[in-house]
Structure formats: structure tokens, C-alpha cells
């Protein structure tokens, strides 16, 4: 039996030795590195955060002291810590989730996965408890040092140093990356501090000598520890970044030296006013082939082999981002003024290659992505035409300025939006399901969902060209279906992708959608209802095309892997209602509502976004006829169903 099998809470941990906290260390790492293999995951973040957490839980009383993780990548040991130890099902539908979840236990407080928010938690949660009588408690907040290039953890700061009669503690997991290694002004300054060695050997071997005379030496060095670190980082020309904010700073600590830690979280907490804990780790600690990984050192993997590191049947096929990565690079050896700016996804989102390629015209600027948007309509009006790649989901942080410094000054900005719609594992943060409700409200903006690569190649050629308002390219997540073409190509841009028999129905399939609304039409006609398919390419603004051929059919249906309230759907509508077209339009997308991790064919599944569901609800609008449901295929929620709206009569 191991240490970790006798763990089903935090406070087990009061009972171990430091050298069973040292051996439970070992075998928390093993755990990681053995069940993460197998399921996939965020390993390198949590290998690097071990003995952090056991000490964050040997000081603090968690709930009680609730611990707030920016981001939650990096809370799978304080999961294991506080009694979830169940890893089979780890970011699948029943399974753990891969970020706190309130569900799953009281120790979970935020769930939410975007990064620099926690420090704004921690306030909140602390003047609460100060407010309501419960000023005895502490309030953690472990935010990552990549977090820190985000703006929010700066508001947060400015507000925290003002009321320090709370118990706060901010602990700064410096790895010094984030995906990647922390770019920026803020990087600079940890890296400082991690690289003085004089400041470093002056603190480690106080540390150490006061250790040898025991717990009065201790004391005495906890208690001028403070004080000293003023002197030694001006000593050591270091910028005395916190003291300026006026709050307490203490560190760099070793976040690999459990009783370091455990002293400085200590000292901490003995302060009732708000603390910075520096903590120095390494991403991906004990694991060498997570070490030797440069690029993000196996920040997220799929499955892989345990022993070597390399990956195990991973998906066949040319991704969508692969594809937008080759096509940007093709683009800017044609012109020199398309430049990329990413919000510190340069890899994740495809724009690695063009890095490598123009490296004087591609900006990271840290997990800020209002400022980089922003920028980019600077840029524009500086005579440049940026392309900002973000993840789908984090284009939300950006709204204001997509409408108010791009949009409203009408500047030639075209965003790629990587993981759009379902992405799955990830769970209700990642999914990138509001792009097309947000962003299609934009006044003068273009957006685009590309079917297939050479729908995507098209699409991205004819963005770049805008130069006098926002275009939006949005593709999902994994690898791109099989090309398909079109039977007509419409001087507005929409493609007919398929028509047969009578004017019944007409599919309008949003990107990657089309190949569902073929094969929804193909069981239409085998039940004698005529459709046709169409692909808009552009979603906004509404192609004349489907205008007109919305007014010959008797029904319209629109499929988006976007949240069905306020999306494409429901603007066909206007758009038919406003032209005096009265054909019934049903508008399929995914519910208003926060879904869970699963699987992106399960999401879809519930949703009713199959072709065998959307068919069998058609022919019973159409003929009203009831087809029944096979009991495997009848999914949790009918939120993607047809309606009941009349149908308009056979003319």
C-alpha cells in the first residue's frame, strides 16, 4: 500500500513525516505520469506543482481556506489530495473533469479555466469573509506566472493593496511559461529575480543556517526574512516590483523544497494582510522526456507512452489548425504587410510556422487578448492588415474591443478561430460555442465557416483582402473531413452542394455542418422528400442565394454547432422576415447552456445534431409522420430538435 492510497482528504497529510511528504511527492508524480498517459491531459503543469500543493494543504484547511487555481490546469494533485484519486475516466463523459468542478467536490471553488481571473476571485472572496464575520479564515489565490501578462490580475492588484486588513495569500507559480515560455516585461522581471544568483545564494544559505539551529533559528528567520528581502533585491539591482503596490513579498522560494515551503506558507499566513508568496517551479519536474519537450513541455498531451514520451495512436488526418498554418505562411510570402498576433497560443493556434518564417511580424503578447485586439486595429490604422489567431472561447474576453476599437473604425482586422464549436474533453470553458451568437451582431463584419481545407484556403485569401472592417474564419477542433465540392458555385459566394427532387426542404449546413446536411438529404429523398444543400461559406453576412432559394421551399433548417439561441439560424430568420418570405426556418444548434466534458460525437448526439436524428424529425414535420427513435440514438436533450411551426404547403 502507498501513501497516496491512505490520502481521502487533507488533513491525512498533518500525520505524514517530511520524509513521507518527500516519498508522497515521488508518487504523486508516478500516479501523474502513469494514469495521465493513458488518458490524456494537462501533465506537464501538474508535474510541476506537486510539492506546492502538499504544502498549500498541509498550511491551509482546505475548504475552509478555499484555494482558488488560475488556471485550472493545474489542480489534478489537489485533486488526488482531496480524495479523487478515480483517474480512468479523466476528461470523459462521467470521469473526472479536467479543471476543479464544483460537482465534484467542496475543495473546488472557481471552475472557470481562463486564465488571470483568480486574483479577483480571492478579493471578492476575502472582503466577503471580512464583511460577514469570518475574517478568521484564509483565502488562497495560486495563479501562474504566465497569468500575470493578463490585465485582470493587474486591476485585481490595484484593488487588493487597497483594503490589507483581509487574509489573502497570492502564491506566483513561476515556471516561467505558459504554453510556452512567459513572454513580455512581467517575464522579464520574474526572471530576474530566478536568475540573481546573489540574491539566491545570499537567501538559501540564511535559510540554511538558521535551519541548523532549530526552531529559534527558524523563528528568527522568518521573522527577518521580510524585512531582508528589500535590501537584498535592491542589492542585487532587482526591481522592487511589489513593494510599490504596497503589498507583502515573500520569496523566491524553491517550489520543489516541501520545507521551504511549508515555512514561507507558514509565515504567511501569520500576516493578516495580503501576501505574495514567489514560488520558483519547473513545468514537467521529474519526467524527462516532459523536460526535454521545448516546445510546451507536455503542457497537454493525448495518450503517450509513459516510458518514452511518444505519442500512442493519435488522429489520423490534417488538422484544421495544420491546414491554417500552412495558408498563413503562403499568404505572407505574398504580402508583406499581413502580419500575426496570438494572446500566448503561438503554437496551439497554427501560427508557429509563420513565426519561424517572419518572425519580425508575429506578436505573442502574453494571455492579453483585449489588448491584442486592440493592437491590431492600431496596426491596422499603422497600414498593416493583422490576423489575430485565438481559441474560440477566448475571443469572449475580447467582445468589446472586437466592436468598439475594430469594428467602429472600421479597421481591416481578420480573427481565426481555432476550437470553434464543440471541442469536447476540455469541458464548458473550452467549448467554443458563442462565437457566431457574440460576434454576428458586429455591425459590418464578415464571418466565415469554412466546409473543408480548400474552403478554409478560400476563405482566409478573400479575409486578408477586407480592409475596411473585421472578418471572423472560425473552424473546429481535429482534423478536416473530406473535400467536398459543389454542383453550382453562386456569384455571391453560397455553394449548392446538392439537389434533388422537389423543393421541399433546403439544408443550409455551417461549415463543417455541410457534410451533415448531405447526409441528411440523402435519407430525405430515400423517403421521397426532395432538399437541397447549401453551403454559404460566408454566414454573415446572409447571401442573397439563400434568400431566394429559402422563398421556392417549403422548409428551411439551419445547422450550427453554435448555441441555436441568437445564432446564424435565427438571423436567416430575420433576414427572411424582413424580405416578406413566410417558408418555416428551424434553427439546430447547441442549447444555451454549459455542457459538460464528453466526447464531441456524444455532445453532438444529445444536442440531435446527427444526421439520422435531424432526418427522422423532418420526415415527421413533412409528411407528419412519426418515425420512431431507436432507443441508443435518443439523446439526454432535445434541444437541437424541429420544431412544430407549419410547414408551407406544396405550391
Known sequence: ??????ISG????????????????????EFLVENVSRTGGHLGPNLGVVELTIALHRVFESPRDPIVWDTGHQSYVHKLLTGRQDFDGLRSRGGLAGYPQRSESEHDVVESSHASSSLSWADGISRGFAQTGRDDRHVVAVVGDGALTGGMTWEALNNITDDNDRNLVIVVNDNGRSYAPTIGGMARYLNRVRTASTYR???EKSGKAARRFGKIGR????????????????????DALYAQLDIKYLGPVDGHDLPALMETLELAKSYSAPVIVHAITEKGRGYEPARENEADQFHAVGRIDPLTGEAIGAPGGTGWTEVFAEKLVDIGERRDDVIAITAAMLRPTG????????PERTYDVGIAEQHAVTTAAGLSYGGLHPVVALYSTFVNRAFDQVLMDVALHRAG???????SGVTGPDGPSHHGMWDLALLHIVPNIRIAAPRDAERLREVLDEAVAVDDAPTVVRFPKGAVGDEIAAIERRPDGTDVLFRDGDEDVLLVGIGPFAAIALDV????????????????RWVVPVAESIVSLADRHRLVITIEDGIRVGGIGTRVRQVLREAGIDTAVDELGLPDAFIDHASRGEILDDAGLTATRIAQDV???VLGTRVPVARSEAPMTRTGAISTQPVRPKR
Open 1 to 6: 500500500m502507498t501513501l497516496l492510497d491512505g
Open 10 to 29: 487533507p488533513r491525512d497529510l498533518d500525520r505524514l513525516s517530511p520524509e513521507e511528504l518527500t516519498q508522497l511527492a515521488a508518487e504523486l508524480r
Open 201 to 203: 545564494d545570499l537567501d
Open 219 to 238: 523563528a528568527f528567520y522568518r521573522g527577518v526574512r521580510g524585512g531582508t528581502h528589500g535590501f537584498l533585491t535592491r542589492f542585487t539591482n532587482n
Open 351 to 358: 501560427l508557429g510556422p509563420f513565426s519561424e518564417r517572419f
Open 413 to 419: 482586422v481578420t480573427f481565426v478561430l481555432d476550437r
Open 521 to 536: 438529404a440523402r435519407r430525405l429523398k430515400a423517403q421521397g422528400i426532395g432538399a437541397t444543400v447549401v453551403d454559404p
Open 619 to 621: 420526415v415527421s414535420q
